[in-house]
Structure formats: structure tokens, C-alpha cells
């Protein structure tokens, strides 16, 4: 994907491993959850391939790793596993060792224990009781015997390894969670870190700062001060960098913290692709010079990227001509630059977020080399392998949430971090198929700008994460003005969600939807039939393509 320069978002106090945790991913959808909760408690996390080299855990050198749980039987084959000298790595770091649902069962099998399939499968809600009298993960035994806890298992233990002791069981009988304290050896059945399981936030903070020893030392503004530094060591004292601007709150972000870092240096430009919302030019330009105050250039690629797009159906295929499009208006920017200050910009920043990477890798055991691609972002996945420009990507590792705290720190105003995430590719993946389609883009434009007025109008837009509008090229029977029509759809979506990686639909009033239907049918043209998305995430994505 050309040069990367990413700035790690780690600060000085992790480098040393004392307060890291590594959840090695075997590609449970709940993984990003693990990571994200023991962030929430102060501490650094990092997602890495459960079957990533054991060089990479030996660079990080963690405090305690996390076994992930996975879609896999760890009698199936090819089930993925941890690296070759693991379990003697982390016996020689002084490493704790967790396991979570198959992440126990592969720790269990692989110290000589026994798994089979349980006679009774455990999915969903299920009460588990702490059965040790004393123990590492629960404490001592008293009025919180019985918890109810989150399961998703066929498989079951059925006999320990040396050492381990049965802390937990199932109200079915199941092994429910494991230690051995002597060689660091943790494992839950079930899952902690979900919000069904109420009491498992408790249970992650016992794991990491009483059996640990972690500290709670991760902090958005150690994130900042360890950003400015590698940004300004990366970058020489004569180069320059341009930044990607998509009126976005993480590009938005990402530039300014370059700009903190390296002054006027950067140079910013924000492209109209032909594939924004309705008046989205006019109204981010503005944000950007009365609030902002960034160096904004905007190029209008309107044309190069529709022509490009006519006839394109693929949604995969979308995202890579528009990534392949957007670096070469960068490229052309830089170039035109160079003719104007006399030196070609080295860099290029984007927004890229930890979602994006860990949703464009390919988990382990699907028989590529990481989780299944969801999607390739245009700022990940869809970039040339031939791209001129060297990437700084200082977000790349933090989560929505701990991206607008980081904007909060940097003085971006509060309405602009509040602003609901839009699409790298834009419009392209909300109107299906060929985007140049008629009218479709306006058509959307327009149905979109209505809807999210109305929520906006109604005091909803802070208690929703995103909501849009999808344009289907599909035709549908009417009757408007007592005349037949043979019009197109488009579908609503709102969602409600911490980090977009999991989502819920949200759920509006009839009289608010009957509102809305109602305008975007009398002042839209060519649509006489709206349906809404009422699917969380999983199983769909939060975007249509």
C-alpha cells in the first residue's frame, strides 16, 4: 500500500510492556470489545492475529495477553493457534495468560487438557456459580456467588491440565473458568467483556490491575504529547505534508494535530469527489476557515471520479477506483505545490481509525491470513501499492470515542466532533450499483438531507452515532396524485453504537417516521416508497456496500 509512516499512538509509558495488553484475535466478532474495555479501564490495548509471528508480541512485550474467542472447534482443521515457542515466550516475559471462550479451550488443549463437544450446547444468557472458596479472578467467595454471564460455546472442557483448578462452573455443569496461578494461566467460558454478561467489567478489572499488577496510566493527553513527538521526529524540519481533509471529525482531527506538530508546513486539501452530501462542499469549507482556522485547498474532482465510476457496480471495486482516484488528485496537489514552494510534500495524513484496520485485515483459521475482510477501506485496503506519498496515520490505533476526546484536548469545537461519521467513499457506497445511475446521487442528496434535519429538528442527532439515507436501484409501483407511478426506493438507517464496530438500529417514534416519509415523498422526486433498516451490526454492516 506504498510507504507507511504511521505514528503509533503509543505512549512512552507502553513502550516498556509494564501496562500492555495484547488480545491476540482468533477472530471472534466480540474481540474489538476486549480491547475496548480494557482501555475504558486506563489501559492500553492492541488487537494483533492470534497467528501473527511471535516476533510481533515479542517487540510489544506485554504485561498480560488476552486469547481471544473464535468461530473455530479446536479439533477442526486448520483451527488457528497461538505461534510456535508461545506459551515458553510467555512463561520467560513474566506474562499473565487469559483465555475467553476459545481462547481457554486452545490454552486447555494445548497444556495437555482435554476438549470435546458438550453434550448440552451453552448459547446466550447463562448463570454460572463460583465454586473455589478463594480465587485469583473472583476473590473470595461471598454474596456474589451466582452471576449471570454471557455464553457461545459448543465445545466444552471435559479434563485440566496439570496445575489448574475448576473456579467456575456452568448451572449446566460446564467448566466455566480456570486458573493456575503458579505459571499464570487464566480462562472464562464465557464472555466478560460483552454487556450481557453485567458483572464481566468488574471481573476484567480484577484480571489486569489485582492479578496483574497493571496501572490505569493510559491517557488521551499522553496520547497527544507521544503523537506530536513521533510526527515531528518522522517529518524533517524542511519537509512538508498534506492532509486529506473529508469535513469528517477523523480527518478533521488528524490535521489538526499535524498542524500542532509541524505549523504551517502542513497543507491541507479537501476534494470534492462528486460524492458528497447535500451542500457538504459549502458548508465544511466554511467550518474549516471561521472555526478551524486550517490552510484548506479545495480541488473539485467531480468529473475525473464520476467518469471513472460510470457503469461500476462492485462495491469492492468502488472503493479501489475511488482510492486509487484520491491519491492521484494528491499526487497532483503535491506536484502543483512543489511548483509553488519549490519542494515536493514527502507525506500524506489521513484519518484512519482502528475499525478501518482491523475490519480490512483478512481471523485466523479462514484460510487467509487474518478475521474475514469486511471491507476495504479507501484509506487502508484501497490504496495503490505504487502511491509516491509516505502515510502518517496518528489515529490509527484509538477508537471513535477516544478520537473526540483527543479533539476535545486539541480546542476542535464541540459541534463539528459531534458530527455523525460519513463514508470515506461517500455517496458511492449508499446508492447501490452504479452511482451515475439517472438521478441518483441528487435523489439521495436530497432524501438524506431531509431525514437527518428532521432528527436534528427533533433533539435526536446526539443520541444517534449515524444516520443516512440509501438510494436502491430497484423501481416500485405507487400512487401519487391519482396516477400510477413506477418510481424508485431508498431506505433509512439510523444507529446507535460506541465504536461502530457493534450496532444497534434506533428505534423511532411513528409519528416522527410518518413526518418524515411524508416530506421526502412530496418533495422528492422519484421516490414514492421509503422503507427503514432495522438490522443492528452484526449481522449487517453499519453501511449498505
Given amino acids: 500500500m506504498g510507504s507507511t509512516a504511521a505514528a503509533s499512538a503509543l505512549p512512552a509509558s507502553a513502550g516498556s510492556g509494564e501496562n500492555l495488553v495484547v488480545i491476540l484475535d482468533y477472530g471472534s466478532q466480540y474481540t474489538h470489545l476486549i480491547t475496548r474495555r480494557v482501555r475504558q479501564l486506563g489501559v492500553l490495548s492492541l488487537c494483533v492475529s492470534g497467528t501473527a509471528p511471535l516476533a510481533a508480541l515479542e517487540g510489544l512485550r506485554p504485561r498480560a495477553i488476552v486469547l481471544s474467542g473464535g468461530p473455530h472447534s479446536v479439533h477442526a482443521k486448520g483451527a488457528p493457534t497461538f505461534p510456535e515457542g508461545f506459551l515458553d515466550f510467555a512463561d520467560g516475559a513474566g ?104 458483572q464481566g467489567m468488574e471481573t476484567l478489572r480484577r484480571f489486569l490491575f489485582d492479578v496483574c499488577g497493571i496501572r490505569a496510566d493510559w491517557k488521551m493527553q499522553d496520547v497527544l504529547d507521544e503523537e506530536i ?67 484548506v485547498t479545495c480541488v473539485d474532482a467531480s468529473e475525473q471520479f464520476l467518469s471513472k465510476l460510470k457503469g461500476v457496480e462492485d462495491p469492492e471495486q468502488k472503493r479501489k477506483i475511488i482510492g486509487r482516484e484520491f491519491i492521484a488528485v494528491f499526487d497532483d496537489f503535491a506536484h502543483k505545490l512543489e511548483q509553488k514552494i519549490g519542494k515536493r510534500p514527502e507525506y500524506l495524513v489521513q484519518g484512519t481509525l482502528y475499525p478501518d484496520v482491523i475490519e480490512s485485515c483478512p481471523p485466523p483459521g479462514s484460510g487467509r491470513t487474518h478475521s474475514h475482510t469486511i471491507k476495504s477501506h479507501h484509506n487502508v485496503g484501497g490504496l495503490p501499492k505504487d502511491m509516491k506519498l509516505k502515510l502518517i496515520e496518528p489515529l490509527k490505533l484509538l477508537f471513535k470515542d477516544e478520537v473526540r476526546k483527543l479533539g476535545s484536548i486539541l480546542n476542535v469545537p464541540d459541534s463539528f466532533l459531534k458530527r455523525h461519521p460519513f463514508p470515506g467513499p461517500g455517496l458511492a457506497v449508499r446508492v447501490l450499483g452504479d452511482v451515475t445511475q439517472g438521478n441518483a446521487l441528487d435523489t439521495l442528496r436530497q432524501v438524506d438531507e431531509i431525514f437527518v434535519q428532521a432528527i436534528k429538528d427533533a433533539g435526536l442527532y446526539d443520541k444517534i452515532w449515524q444516520a443516512f439515507a440509501v438510494f436502491l436501484p430497484v423501481q416500485t409501483v405507487g400512487v401519487q396524485g391519482d396516477q400510477r407511478t413506477h418510481s424508485n426506493a431508498v431506505v433509512l438507517r439510523a444507529i446507535t453504537s460506541e465504536d461502530g464496530m457493534t450496532a444497534d438500529w434506533y428505534y423511532f417514534g411513528h409519528e416522527f417516521l410518518v413526518e418524515v416519509v411524508n416530506k421526502i415523498c412530496n418533495n422528492v422526486r422519484g421516490i414514492n416508497r421509503v422503507c427503514q433498516d432495522i438490522t443492528s451490526k452484526p449481522p449487517a454492516t453499519v453501511e449498505w456496500e
Fill in 95 to 198: 506474562a499473565h495468560v487469559l483465555g475467553v471462550c476459545y481462547g481457554m479451550q486452545l490454552l486447555v488443549q494445548s497444556l495437555g487438557g482435554a476438549v470435546e463437544p458438550g453434550e448440552r450446547q451453552e448459547y446466550g444468557k447463562m448463570d454460572v456459580e463460583v465454586t473455589a472458596p478463594s480465587s485469583a479472578l473472583y476473590g473470595e467467595a461471598g454474596t456474589e456467588k451466582r452471576q449471570t454471564v454471557w455464553m457461545s460455546h459448543g465445545d466444552e472442557v471435559v479434563r485440566l491440565p496439570e496445575g489448574f483448578e475448576v473456579v467456575a462452573r456452568s448451572v449446566q455443569g460446564a467448566v466455566a473458568a480456570i486458573e493456575n496461578r503458579e505459571k499464570r494461566f487464566y480462562g472464562f467460558q464465557y464472555h466478560p467483556e460483552v454487556t450481557h454478561s453485567p
Fill in 229 to 295: 513527538k513521533t510526527i515531528q521526529s518522522m517529518v524533517g524540519t524542511d519537509e512538508h505534508v498534506i492532509c486529506a481533509l473529508s469535513g469528517g471529525v477523523d480527518s478533521t482531527v488528524a490535521a489538526t494535530l499535524v498542524h500542532k506538530a509541524i505549523g504551517d508546513r502542513l497543507h491541507c486539501v479537501f476534494v470534492d469527489n462528486g460524492l458528497l452530501r447535500y451542500k457538504e462542499r459549502e458548508r465544511v469549507m466554511s467550518t474549516f476557515e471561521s472555526d478551524l482556522h486550517l490552510p
